[in-house]
């Protein structure tokens, strides 16, 4: 399998293009934009396992596993009471995409757990 480097071990040149440089202020205000409209959302954790489920819904139903974002979500807030299979099925699957985005080497946002808000880069 090919190794990746980190963006930090690239070139400079390769990004410092005259098409790249020219979105770099239009990038920062919409940037900024999220970044306001994420502070506005009290729970921003609710956003960031919706995306989750979504991709885990999605994946497991290409393997025939299908269930209903109503059922993820009753089966999600009260799992004591899991009655589809398929359901308890996918939050698994999201369950293991939690865990892969936790254990990542790579400096990403990510959900501050002491008060679950979203920390974005300056």
Known sequence: MTE???LHLLPSER???AAI??????ASRKLAELKGVAASIPNQGILIN??????????????????THDELFK???????????SAKEVLRYRQVLR?????????????????ATLVLPD
């Open 4 to 6: 990746i480097p980190p």
């Open 15 to 17: 990004f410092e293009t």
């Open 21 to 26: 440089l020219k979105q770099l202020p239009k």
């Open 50 to 67: 919706t995306l989750g489920m979504q991709e885990a819904k999605d994946s497991s139903a290409i393997e025939n596993i299908v269930t």
């Open 75 to 85: 089966d999600d807030a009260f799992p004591e009471n899991v009655a589809n299979p």
């Open 99 to 115: 865990v892969g985005f936790e254990a990542s080497p790579i400096p990403i946002p990510r959900s501050n757990s002491s008060n």
